[in-house]
């Protein structure tokens, strides 16, 4: 690691009291500081690091007056799609469907700060009250008929277009289309969200958190899911560091292991935990084996995104990035990536529209 890089580690810790040690940023450029932030996801919580700094080791207030300027819409942002989300809920509520969070508010509210914890769009799960009836696409006919555009091009997720929040409506919480790992581990995580009863509500709305377990297990796929294909920021290794701490003795541990075991996670799962104690100060360096480190460069690095292509041109994208992650598969994983792109390939052609046993 670089001084910038972990000048930027040691603010975040600050930012979410995990360490009181002091970085020293004199001579370190404020943009490239600012830069990086933003590059993980942690403006927010960098910013609190700075605000606990004393003040003659704090940056210039003009220096740092973009980056105030970016959070102060940052929360503004967030108060606004709280409050979509919380109408959406509401509106779902009336026509009989209950509405279920997948990561957002339960994670963000697991933060010293929830505001600072940087959200994009909203995921959800609609269940009908009775937690039975498959509610997917009345809950997209409920949205249609209230104005708002809902798009269908994908078997995973709708999506809704409300005013200041797009939401992702998953009639799957996984990509588990060809994949029996992840089709097992849907089935598991529907199942335990049918069998809940929606009275773990956030902020007084409509809106029910799901079962610990599912959150937990949720989260570890998304990441995984992403490192494999786009890569990780820290952002998505504090979303797990921040829950797992606020749920510690909520998690029944010994079958949350089972089933990482189960679903095949163990090896990302390992380096991606040994990397969340190294982010809170709880690991030195020193600590992380050849695999940690191997993804803490991925972390360090720009995400992989790329603009969504169609026919041919996707398929050719599609296979690169296999590609691009075979030591990943080797190394995260229990399968090769000829593997991997052979099922995918084949669940996008014999099973377009995928159904639980």
Same mark, same amino acid.
């Given at each position: 690691?670089?001084?910038?890089?972990d000048?930027f580690?040691?603010?975040?810790?600050?930012?979410?009291?995990?360490?009181e040690?002091?970085?020293?940023?004199?001579?370190?450029d404020? +943009?490239?500081?600012?830069? #990086?932030?933003?590059?993980?996801?942690? =403006?927010g919580v960098?910013?609190? !690091?700075? *605000? %606990?700094?004393?003040?003659?080791?704090?940056?210039?207030?003009?220096?740092?007056i973009?980056?105030?300027?970016?959070?102060?819409?940052s929360?503004?942002?967030?108060?606004?799609?709280?409050q979509a989300?919380?109408?959406?809920?509401?509106?779902?509520?009336?026509?009989?469907i209950?509405?279920?969070?997948?990561k957002?508010?339960?994670?963000?509210?697991?933060?010293p700060?929830?505001?600072?914890?940087?959200?994009?769009?909203?995921?959800?799960?609609?269940?009908?009250?009775?937690?039975?009836?498959?509610?997917?696409?009345?809950?997209n006919?409920?949205i249609?008929?209230?104005?708002?555009?809902?798009?269908?091009?994908?078997?995973?997720?709708?999506?809704?277009?409300?005013?200041?929040?797009?939401?992702?409506?998953?009639?799957f919480?996984?990509?588990?289309?060809?994949? +029996?790992?992840?089709?097992? #581990?849907?089935g598991?995580l529907?199942? =335990?969200?049918?069998?809940?009863? !929606?009275? *773990? %509500?956030?902020?007084?709305?409509?809106?029910c958190?799901?079962?610990?377990?599912?959150?937990?297990?949720?989260?570890?796929?998304?990441?995984?899911?992403h490192?494999?294909?786009?890569?990780?920021?820290?952002?998505?290794?504090?979303?797990w560091?921040?829950?797992?701490?606020?749920?510690?003795?909520?998690?029944?541990?010994?079958?949350?292991?089972?089933?990482?075991?189960?679903?095949?996670?163990?090896?990302?799962?390992?380096?991606?935990l040994?990397?969340?104690l190294?982010?809170?100060?709880?690991?030195?360096?020193?600590?992380?084996?050849?695999?940690?480190?191997?993804?803490?460069?991925?972390?360090?690095?720009?995400l992989?995104?790329?603009?969504?292509?169609?026919?041919?041109?996707?398929?050719?994208?599609?296979?690169?990035?296999?590609?691009?992650?075979r030591?990943?598969?080797r190394?995260?994983?229990?399968?090769?990536?000829?593997?991997? =792109?052979?099922?995918?390939?084949? !669940?996008?052609?014999?099973?377009?529209?995928?159904r639980?046993?």
């Amino acid at each position: 690691m670089n001084r910038l890089q972990d000048a930027f580690l040691q603010l975040v810790r600050l930012g979410i009291a995990t360490s009181e040690a002091i970085p020293s940023l004199a001579g370190l450029d404020w +943009k490239a500081v600012e830069w #990086l932030a933003n590059e993980q996801g942690l =403006l927010g919580v960098m910013l609190d !690091g700075v *605000e %606990k700094l004393p003040r003659e080791l704090r940056p210039e207030k003009k220096a740092i007056i973009q980056s105030i300027g970016q959070l102060i819409r940052s929360e503004r942002q967030y108060e606004e799609q709280e409050q979509a989300a919380a109408d959406m809920a509401l509106l779902l509520h009336q026509h009989g469907i209950r509405t279920y969070v997948l990561k957002g508010a339960v994670v963000a509210e697991c933060y010293p700060r929830p505001k600072h914890r940087r959200s994009v769009d909203m995921d959800c799960f609609l269940l009908s009250e009775g937690g039975t009836e498959d509610v997917w696409e009345k809950g997209n006919k409920v949205i249609e008929d209230a104005g708002f555009r809902v798009g269908r091009g994908y078997y995973k997720n709708s999506a809704f277009y409300l005013p200041s929040l797009m939401v992702e409506n998953h009639r799957f919480l996984t990509p588990c289309r060809g994949d +029996k790992n992840l089709t097992a #581990l849907e089935g598991l995580l529907q199942r =335990l969200l049918r069998e809940d009863n !929606g009275e *773990e %509500k956030i902020s007084g709305s409509e809106l029910c958190r799901p079962p610990v377990m599912v959150s937990a297990l949720f989260l570890v796929e998304h990441a995984y899911s992403h490192f494999l294909h786009e890569g990780l920021n820290w952002r998505h290794i504090l979303d797990w560091m921040m829950f797992r701490k606020r749920h510690y003795k909520d998690i029944d541990w010994k079958s949350f292991d089972a089933f990482v075991d189960e679903f095949g996670f163990r090896k990302f799962y390992d380096s991606y935990l040994r990397l969340g104690l190294f982010l809170l100060g709880d690991m030195p360096e020193e600590g992380l084996n050849e695999a940690d480190k191997m993804m803490m460069a991925d972390v360090w690095a720009p995400l992989d995104l790329h603009e969504s292509l169609h026919g041919l041109k996707a398929k050719f994208q599609l296979a690169g990035n296999y590609w691009r992650a075979r030591r990943k598969y080797r190394i995260f994983t229990d399968m090769n990536w000829v593997r991997a =792109l052979i099922e995918w390939t084949l !669940g996008a052609v014999f099973d377009k529209e995928p159904r639980l046993n």
